[in-house]
């Protein structure tokens, strides 16, 4: 029997910071009702917030000089499961995994769908890769995949995102996302507009192999492992892509997927505006795609995206409007589910805070051309302590207070490592 940690055990522990937890939740209450905001509107509009875990980010990650395991990490994807459904236990805001192909070998995706069931979880967008080669790969991708020369190396490609878009039918996922480096180093290497064009035509086979209810994502990033020249490089060249291809096409954007001084909450909003906004992989940056923790090196920018996002959910012009929530992020010091707690609470910091925004005076001071006050509410908003409601909405899902405390009382990895090594 493998240790984990009960319900009693989280319970126990919510009963010893109950009473604290009231204590500041009066205080936010009286707080909201001065500002004229109804605090129960809020607590139900916040309460349903999720976001889905990479099954890469569960494991130490690796940079490019090296990969250091850490005791106790899952050795395989059912651990990983495991790991997966001990941070939904603690949070209640994680109740999907979103896998990668090959990484994630599935072998029997009857079973595992069946074993994530078990655990309260279920599959988020099923990834390809096609930017790395696997052993025993008939083509490489050395000089690219989806916008190969040659078409033997796409039809590889394609058949690979069509498998597994196979897999993830029998997981019960509903989306594919694909983000390839296909580009080049040097000037002169790559016909740009070929390579686009060998780029859609890859797409449009996969797009005609989606089943029915399927979203397909299109990622981009700015360059990586392609310096010079990335066929899908920012929001402009995905939307394109996204836009030829139909309404299932959608962009994903990758918070760390941006040239530096970007303002990501812009381009947020225009995507939205053009109905192809699919939705995000959050982590944060300090340079470049550094896959930092969510929140933690510029949580005003998360805000800002958050209230445009919100912004968009409010008004009643903007139909069918659900963009996917996804963690993207890779730990090499600290432990993944210390992690994963810590972004999923800045996440949804981020997003209360926005749920606080005083939107119809917004507006207001935006039409009369009001800089100072159109900030300060962004600002009033922002600098909240919304700690109550985030332990307040935790603790009536069944979670932890203090999920991150609890984590490291519980024992849960030195347990791991006597049963894993
Ligand atoms: C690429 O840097 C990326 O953001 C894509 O989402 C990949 O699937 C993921 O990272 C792999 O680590
Ligand atoms: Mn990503």
Known sequence: ???????????????????????????????????????????????????????????????????????????????????????????????????HIPWDQTGNPAALRAYARQLGLSFDAMNSNTFQDQPGQKLSYKFGSLCHTDPAVRGQAVAHNLEVIEIGKKLGSRALSIWIGDGGNYPGQVHFRRAFDRYLESLEQIYAGLPRGWRLYLEHKPYEPAFYFTVNADWGASYLAASALGPKALCLVDLGHHLPGTNVEAVVARLIRQKKLGGFHFNDAQYGDDDLSAGSINPYRLFLVMNELQDAAQDPAVKNFHPAFLLDQSMNLKDPIEDLIQSTEALFRAFSKALLVNRPALHRCQEKNDPVMAEQILKQAFETDVTPLVQRVRFSNGGAIDPLALFRQSGYRPAKIKERG
């Open 1 to 99: 029997m493998s240790f984990e940690i009960s319900e009693e055990l989280i319970e126990r522990h919510n009963r010893r910071l109950k009473p604290a937890l009231d204590r500041g939740w009066a205080g936010f209450e009286r707080e909201l009702k001065r500002r004229g905001t109804n605090p129960q509107r809020l607590f139900l509009a916040a309460r349903p917030f999720v976001v889905a875990v990479p099954s890469w980010g569960l494991a130490a990650g690796g940079t490019r000089f090296g990969r250091f395991p850490f005791p106790g990490e899952p050795r395989h994807l059912y651990e990983k499961l495991d790991d997966a459904a001990t941070l939904h236990r603690l949070t209640r805001q994680n109740p999907t995994v979103s896998l």
